[in-house]
Each structure stands twice: as C-alpha cells, then as structure tokens.
C-alpha cells in the first residue's frame, strides 16, 4: 500500500495544464478520461481515495467553475484517470463527457483529500453505489497486494450502468478479492445473465449474513444508498471507528435518522 504521505515530488500549486490523451466511455452516463501533464512531467503519487479540481478554459478565455472528481485508477506517476458521470444539470460534466476531445487541455489541481484507507489488517469492505465506486476501485487497486481480504460491493440500476466491469472481474482473480454487484433495476437483457448479480438492494439482511462482523467499511454513493448503508451497519454493532464514508453532495448529514 501507498504510504499515507504523498510524494512532494513534482508538485504544484494551483491548477496546471493536462492533456486528454484518451478518453473511454465506462456505461451509457460514464466516461473516463486520461489525463498526463502538458510539460511532460512526471505525476506525484496519491492515497487511494483522492480526488483532483478540475476546470476548462472557455473560447472567450473565461474558466469555468472548478468541480471535484475521484481519480479511479491506481497511482502509477505517469497519468492519472478521472470518471465522470454525465449529469444533466451539470455543465461541466456535460462538457467533459460530450465536447472534450483527445488532445485538449485541462486545468487540474494536484489531488487532495483525506477519504483515505486507514493502515490496519482488518479485512477491508468497500461499497459503492453508482459513482460512487471509483474512490472505492482505486482502494481496492491499492490494498490488493497487502494481504487484506478485500470485498467489494457496487449497486447500480442495471448493465448499461455497469462501469469497470472487466476491471472488477480481474481483481477477483486475486485470491484475497471478492465482489458482488446489486442490480436494483434490471432490464429485460439482464434476465439472461442473473448469475453476474443481485436482483433488487443490499438489505441489512444480506449485509448481516455476508459481510464480516470485523471488518474497516468505506463507502460512497448516492445520498440515500450511503444513509441505509451507514445505519444498517451502525445497526449491526460495527463501530463507528470502522464506518468511514464520503460525501459527493455537501450539507447532507447521513448519521441522522
């Protein structure tokens, strides 16, 4: 694992040009992009979990307004990899999805945060839900070679939001890694292939009968999914020490009944 102190190294202050050297689409509202720095430089490492500003300058050489997004690749300081969901009210996403091409510039921030992975032997439980799941990837990446047993959990409507399917499905080739994936709405195609996953929500049920009592919990997602996720597991005894979350919309306090 990544130590919890990032290399200083090639740092910078403020926002720096990157360029879009690829860009794939994940599911029919998620696409990545792949950034590496204008000038060539090589990246500082990050913890698992962080998160880069990201803002674009408008033909009339206005910026937009800066938003937030989770890297969703391991750190490898050659480029770094962002996954945006499309948002209908949100200008930028909608921009980075639709209009970014490969070869533009971006403006980012180095990454920063501190939904970080704590440094224990517990086995390591990640959930997500939509979205949600790229903090919850990148510290799967990260805590794959330690030995930890790791679970990963994701719950999306159906398979045209599966993102990071064939990832997730060689990550499971690890000994120590397992995952199931919840679809809360699937389709008629889905019917077909139900061995690949859970019909309907995670319930406290399945959550009592399959996830381990000792465990370090992470999660992230919508607003509704993290409330139910959090006080099924308040509800089960884990302590609140092990609970640990992020929240993607600020001034919602999930801890409240």
Not at 95 to 108: A, P, Q, Y
Not at 111 to 132: A, S, T
Not at 138 to 146: F, K, P, V
Not at 249 to 257: A, C, P, R, Y
Request: hydrophobic share 35%.
């Amino acid at each position: 694992m990544i130590d919890n102190k990032v290399n200083s190294d090639n740092k910078w202050k403020g926002f720096k040009d990157f360029i879009v050297f690829n860009k794939v689409k994940e599911d029919e509202a998620v696409t990545s992009l792949y950034l590496k720095a204008s000038d060539g430089s090589k990246l500082p490492e990050f913890i698992a979990g962080q998160f880069i500003a990201i803002r674009l300058r408008n033909e009339d050489n206005t910026l937009t307004k800066p938003r937030q997004y989770t890297l969703s690749m391991k750190s490898n300081g050659e480029f770094y990899r962002v996954s945006v969901k499309r948002e209908e009210k949100g200008f930028l996403s909608k921009k980075l999805c639709d209009e970014i091409k490969i070869g533009d510039t971006l403006e980012i921030t180095v990454p920063i945060g501190k939904f970080i992975l704590k440094d224990n032997g517990k086995p390591l439980v990640l959930i997500g839900g939509g979205i949600g799941v790229t903090p919850m990837l990148t510290m799967a990446y990260d805590a794959i070679s330690s030995g930890r047993k790791i679970h990963l959990i994701y719950s999306i409507p159906n398979s045209k939001n599966h993102s990071f399917k064939e990832e997730i499905e060689r990550l499971c080739e690890n000994n120590n890694f397992k995952s199931n994936v919840f679809y809360t709405r699937p389709n008629e195609t889905d019917a077909l292939r139900k061995d690949f996953y859970i019909k309907g929500r995670m319930s406290k049920e399945w959550m009592i009968d399959n996830l381990p009592k000792d465990g370090d919990f992470y999660f992230c997602g919508p607003v509704p999914f993290m409330k139910d996720v959090y006080h099924n597991l308040i509800s089960m005894g884990i302590e609140k020490e092990y609970v640990n979350f992020e929240m993607f919309e600020s001034g919602e306090d999930i801890t409240k009944e």
